[in-house]
């Protein structure tokens, strides 16, 4: 093995001085930058030079800004946006919920205006003809073609008896036929086994008003063509035989035929809106006092339908009910 020669031994330098203290004082440090804020604020103060230099740095920084908080903007904007169309869609469906209840109520509101204003009518015209009335709701309706009744939601209990008129806003109804203890039954003046006795509010000729089995349509088969009435007149109703309230509307003419034979043909339509009146009136009045006199002088009727008979052309028991 051979042996190497040694060669030269490098000696390292040893400095005991601690880090801290090596290089300049650390007080020529603090004066020198104590003198280079002084004199920056004095330039700064005197000539506004930091103004100057931070509105430089700002227009280079502020690209570098933007480009930096666009990620961050963007991300917050089309949160925003799902946020609102969420917000946006809840509040359109709850506003739309809140108009259909209010149009539900406005509807209501306009059914009760509708019928507290027919209550105010039929009130109003019942005003000075009868003692007392009493507001009737209609229940049910005969689908019968060939018989015109309904059923009223006031019965005995009501005090509602046999043959009680029965009117509305604009005319006479009918009359009841049934009764029970709490509802009643009410032929219409337009049934066919219904009559009654009815006058000219213009000439005064006196005659009776059958139904024919249309609702918007009665028969007058006993006025003779020298009768004076014309088409257009109102016909109202004449007490006679105490069931209805004299003076009421019954009809208005609508038709007359003088033909060759004895009697006109004449039509006339119910005043009272049979097929669309809810709500009726039934009617306690004091019958109205007829001499003789004027019973002889009524329209000539054949002798099986008295003018001051019973306000129904059939016999009593059927016109009254079953």
Known sequence: MIATPPGPVVELSHDSRPIIGR?????????????????????DQRYHQIDRIRE??????YPVQRAVDFPFRATDWVTGSFADRSRLRQENLALTARLRLANLQLQRFAVLEEENRRLREMRANTAGIAEKVLVASILNVDLDPFRHR??????????????QAVLDGDGIFGQVSKVNASTAEVILISDAEHAIPV??????????AVGTGDQHKLSLPFVTVESDLQAGDLLLSTGMGGVFPPGYPVAQVSKVKRAGSMFALVEARPTARLDQAREVLLVWFKPRAEP????????????STPVDGPATAAPPAQAGGE
Do not use: C, E, H
Not at 56 to 61: A, C, D, E, N
Not at 292 to 303: G, I
């Open 23 to 43: 290089g300049p004082p650390l007080t020529a440090y603090f004066l020198t930058l104590a003198a280079i804020s002084v004199g920056l604020m004095t330039a």
């Open 150 to 163: 309904v059923l009223l939601d006031k019965g005995a209990a009501d005090g509602v008896f046999k043959d």
């Open 292 to 303: 003789a006199a004027a019973a002889a002088t009524a329209q000539p009727a054949p002798s």
């Open 199 to 208: 006058q000219s509010n213009r000439s005064g000729v006196r005659t009776i």
């Open 56 to 61: 430089s740095l700002s227009r280079v920084i």
